[in-house]
């Protein structure tokens, strides 16, 4: 009789707590997670129309559970043609910034389920997609009458694209050619085994997922991605080309030609859709092809490593500055980044008809990103070195051919950016270069701002030709004000986004060239009022090496750490590789900014006597130019780790004895790694992560090395292999169906079952129907409720049922 309670004793130990269905937080937390926010808002380019776009709340399980292909890395609602997981408009209205007047806008359709909202290049008008249960339909909002009217007859199939504007009446977009229920039957018998083979090609690519499987989903993807594109004026649609599988569609600036690249066969099981085969072509408007630019291969043979490209044309772009001349890129280095040639890439470029040769128009010492083109006389180039963390801007003169280095830095030397060029429409309506002073100086607008004083965003005047730049605005210091939009460039009028710690975003029109009073156009109120009263400070801390550190600190309404003591503390981090320790100690974001808090943060817990470290810095840098960041990970996510419990306890506000450590994705993998070789924290929280570095062979976050080339660093940086070592309580949180590259759920099963056999204390909740990030009103409740429930068992310490005690802290 002892032998069998002592049985029932341990395997009431093992299972920890029962099945009892969808959990909820605090009412306070709860509050918090649903409710209403502010409106998002678009602005016409004059900034005299103002758009509110109101949004539901989190969808419900039941509306996650719907049928649902996931095919081709593409997650497909079979029903409607149209991406299965959408965050929907409910809610929609105008407002005129001058007058302050609001609109309704009749003729919407109810219930509202709009998305791809998109004003005309005159700005007259707005259209916006209307997804229902079995169609996708486009509507038209005239600005002047506030009216909205259905344009399409045909369905819109958005699986993979939705719509342009073509001119200030006509869009383009891709049309079903069936419907849903012509779909292909899956066979009750398979005509037999699914086979995959290779034939010494090398197909280094990473653990993508929603592959295809099957000669069953190859046929399921080819009849849901094949599509007629459509012309549609005012309502009546016209038919361009053949129906196929369009990967993209770019009308030239003069609206003659058509960029078109389609999808074919043999379709691949190890890479998504936008790495199949592909033929890039260009059309008339009727869909007759004038040119094939290039047939290219299945990107599974694209070698591994980052900067690393397939020795072929890419790029593929029209020339925003000229009626009709397609643009592309050509590596010169074989694709791969370690041969040691002058020139890496070489940019080319065809004018219409595209019958001659082509014109070189550049050539770039490292990997060709892109371009902005402008006037006849300026373009800007950006190249770039992933691996070696390098960014290039560089001034094009299109008649001479001139290129000419004008900044170069480091991706992660936040202070040194400049911002991002500022365009505007041009004759086209194509967006280039912002040009002031004849043409000499362009615009940069940084909306992030980073300083030693932390984040001020600034508005730039840059000269070209001098490589001097002037600081045409910036926020002022304790309030966080980006750049929207630049209204007129000469007169210095702007449209910007104000906030503080206390005050919402807000829009405002701000005159930066003459003494006119900024003028409010958005008076959003605060949604969380749980919150006030909270205090929230950006800390600043060394760690043990000396690199500086920093992190958002939240601590509850009413403490006083005289009065009230130490609190638990709750650190929410994700870890970020550096080459260079000096870029790692600069203080990134704003104490000032209004705190958003979404689904998946942890300053709900703040409500609930927990001081809350937020983006605490995990910093991981090379110790040295022979080394890469990751050489010294375990150890250096240890001394992160230390500095932020010893500031917190040296400030007197957090208890070291009482600490959680926890992380979404590469932070899950990081909570873990500490859980495994360190003894600083009560408890950790690591949600959709991957723990078992294998199962990511060709390289993960922002290593670049395989496997087999550093087999000893993928096993170290591994928690799965130190699963004997984690003996501090583990909460593993995973969507059942996620589709991020890498985080598979068996890695957290497989994790969950490492600790379990190893006797650690460990809990895995599975999520239904959720993907990397979770959706799910319920699913949220649930992780909000299950982490605190954690926390409060083994950081506080509560005994009894989890959750017990949770007002002990609440308004000191």
Known sequence: MKLLLLSIALLTQLVSFAQDGYKTPPKDVADMLLAKRPPNVSVDDKGEWMLFMES??????????????????????????????????TGLYLRNSKTDK???????????????????????????????????????????????????????????????????????YRGIIKPASAAPQKPAVPDGPTVQENYGKAAPRPTFQDLIKSPYDEQLYAFYATTQLIKNTNGTETKIGQPAIYSSVVVSPDKKYLLIRTLKKPFSYTVPAGGFPALVSITDMTGKQVRLLADQPSAETAPSGYDNVQP?????????????????????????????????????????????EPELLFKTKMRYSGITWGTESLAIVTEGLRSKQL??????????????KLITRNTTDAYSSPGFPVTHPNQYGKNVLWTIDNGNKILLNNPTGSSPKGDLPFLLSYDVHKKKAD?????????????????????????????????????????TKLRIADRQLTRFGNPYPQMEGVTKEKIKYKRADGVDLTGDL?????????????????????????????????????????????????????????????????PIVASSKDKKPNDDFIQQLTMNAEAAIRVLDSMGVGDKNKMAVGGHSYGAFMTANLLAHTKLFKAGIARSGAYNRS????????????????????????????????????????????????????????????????????????????????????????????????????????EGKPGAGKEEKRGF
């Not at 996650?64 to 997650?75: C, H, K, Q, Y």
């Not at 169609?135 to 007859?153: G, M």
């Not at 980006?482 to 702007?494: F, S, T, W």
């Not at 059942?736 to 957290?748: A, H, K, L, R, V």
Request: with cysteine.
């Open 391 to 404: 960014t290039q801007i560089d001034r094009y003169h299109p008649v001479t051919g001139d290129l000419e």
């Open 102 to 172: 609001e609109y309704k806008i009749a003729g919407l359709p109810s219930p509202l389920y709009a998305g791809s909202v998109s004003w005309s290049g005159n700005d007259k008008k707005i259209a916006f997609t209307h997804t229902t249960e079995n169609r996708v339909d486009l509507y038209v909002i005239d600005v002047a009458t506030q009216k909205a009217s259905r344009i399409n007859k045909t369905a819109l199939n958005t699986t993979s694209g939705g719509y342009s504007w073509y001119d200030d009446n006509t869009l383009l």
């Open 312 to 356: 072929l044309a890419r790029g593929f772009e029209w020339r925003d500055d000229h009626p009709s001349t397609i643009v592309w890129c050509m590596p010169l280095d074989s694709g791969l980044i370690k041969k040691e040639v002058e020139y890496h890439d070489a940019v080319y470029a065809q004018k219409a008809p595209f019958t001659g």
């Open 695 to 798: 199962l990511t062979p060709f390289g993960f976050q922002n290593e670049d090395r395989t496997y087999w080339q550093a087999t000893e660093l993928y096993n170290n940086m591994s928690p799965f292999n130190y699963a004997d070592n984690i003996k501090t309580p583990l909460l593993l949180i995973h969507g059942e169906m996620d589709n991020n590259t890498g985080t598979f759920p068996i890695q957290s099963e497989r994790m969950y079952n490492a600790v379990k056999g190893h006797g650690g204390t460990v809990r895995y909740v599975s999520l239904p129907y959720e993907s990397h990030g979770y959706a799910g009103r319920e699913n949220l409740m649930h992780v909000l409720a299950e982490q605190f429930e954690w926390m409060e068992k083994y950081v506080k310490g509560n």
């Open 471 to 511: 600081t045409l605005w910036r926020c002022a210091e304790g309030w966080f004000e980006n750049v929207v939009r630049v209204l007129d460039a000469e007169k210095g009028i702007l449209l910007t986004s104000r906030e503080n710690e206390k005050e919402v975003p807000n829009y405002w029109i701000k005159h």
């Open 554 to 618: 939240y601590l509850p309404k009413g403490y006083n750490k005289e009065r009230d003591g130490k609190l638990p503390v709750f650190i929410w981090a994700y870890p970020a590789e550096y080459n260079s320790a000096a870029d790692a100690a600069q203080i990134r974001g704003s104490e000032h900014r209004f705190t958003m808090v979404g689904g998946g943060s942890p300053v709900f817990y703040v409500t609930q006597g927990y001081a809350v470290l937020n983006n605490a810095e995990m």
């Open 56 to 89: 539901s709340s989190y969808p419900s399980v039941a509306e996650l559970a719907r049928p649902e292909l996931r095919i081709a890395g593409l997650r497909i609602n079979p029903a409607n043609f149209a991406p299965s997981r959408q965050t929907f408009i």
